[in-house]
C-alpha cells in the first residue's frame, strides 16, 4: 500500500521553492468542488492528508506529499488557479506558475484529473489535459461523486467522456468512475498512480 505512506512535505509558491526536480510525482487538478481533496485522501488511506491543500493561503500553491520512505516520489495537489476569488494579476502568476511546471518539470510522470461526474470537461480541465498530453505525459480522468448517478448514468457518462478525450486528446488519456464516498474505483486509480511512480 505505498500511497498509505504519503506524508505532506512542502508547499511551494513560486519555481525557486519547488523540492529538487529529481524522482517521480505525479499531479492532481480539479476544479474547486470537484472533489480532488476526497478523492487524494482515499486513495492514501487519510482522513485529512489533502486538508492541508485547503489552508488558506495554502490554495495556490503547488502541494507536495512524499511517499515514505521514498525521497524522490511525490504527488503534487496542483492549484485549481482561476476559480479562486484573487486578483487577476495574482491569477497570472499561478497561471505562469503551472505553465511552467508542466513544460519543464522532468520528475513529473503523469496527470490526475478529478472532475465531477455530473459535470466533466469543463475549461480548466482541458487546460490541464491539454498542458500533459502537449509534453506527451500519460493523463488519467476520475470522474468522482459516480455514487450521485445511477449505475447506469455513471456509465453512459463514462463512455460519453471516454469519446470526447479520444476525439480531443487522442490515446494517451483513460478515465474511470470513482468515488471517494462509496470507495468505488480506488484499486484502479491506484494502480495507474503507483505505476506512473514506478512503485
Ligand atoms: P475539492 O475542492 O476538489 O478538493 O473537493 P472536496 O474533496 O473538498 O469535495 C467537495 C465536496 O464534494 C465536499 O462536500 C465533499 O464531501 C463532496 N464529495 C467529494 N467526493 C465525493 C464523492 O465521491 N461522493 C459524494 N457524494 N460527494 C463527494
Not at 148 to 171: H, I, P, T
Request: proline content about 5%.
Amino acid at each position: 500500500e505505498p500511497l498509505a505512506r504519503a506524508q505532506y512535505r512542502l508547499a511551494a509558491h513560486t519555481p525557486a521553492q519547488l523540492p529538487p526536480d529529481a524522482g517521480f510525482e505525479v499531479a492532481f487538478a480539479g476544479r474547486s468542488n470537484a472533489g480532488k481533496s476526497s478523492a487524494l485522501n482515499a486513495l492514501c488511506r487519510q482522513n485529512a492528508l489533502a486538508r492541508v491543500s485547503k489552508t488558506p493561503g495554502r490554495t495556490q500553491q503547488l502541494v507536495f506529499f512524499q511517499i515514505a520512505p521514498h525521497e524522490d516520489r511525490h504527488l503534487v495537489d496542483l492549484p485549481g488557479y482561476g476559480y479562486a476569488k484573487v486578483p487577476r494579476e495574482l491569477q497570472a502568476h499561478w497561471q505562469a506558475f503551472v505553465a511552467g511546471y508542466f513544460e519543464r518539470r522532468q520528475a513529473l510522470r503523469g496527470l490526475v484529473v478529478v472532475m465531477d461526474i455530473r459535470h466533466p470537461l469543463k475549461d480548466y480541465d482541458r487546460q490541464m489535459l491539454g498542458y500533459a498530453v502537449q509534453r506527451a505525459l500519460p493523463a488519467h480522468v476520475l470522474l468522482t461523486k459516480a455514487d450521485k448517478l445511477s449505475r447506469g448514468g455513471a456509465g453512459n457518462a463514462l463512455q460519453a467522456v471516454r469519446r470526447d478525450l479520444k476525439a480531443e486528446f487522442g490515446a494517451g488519456v483513460g478515465v474511470q468512475t470513482f468515488s471517494a464516498l462509496a470507495k468505488q474505483g480506488l484499486d484502479e486509480a491506484r494502480a495507474v498512480v503507483e505505476g506512473w511512480l514506478g512503485l
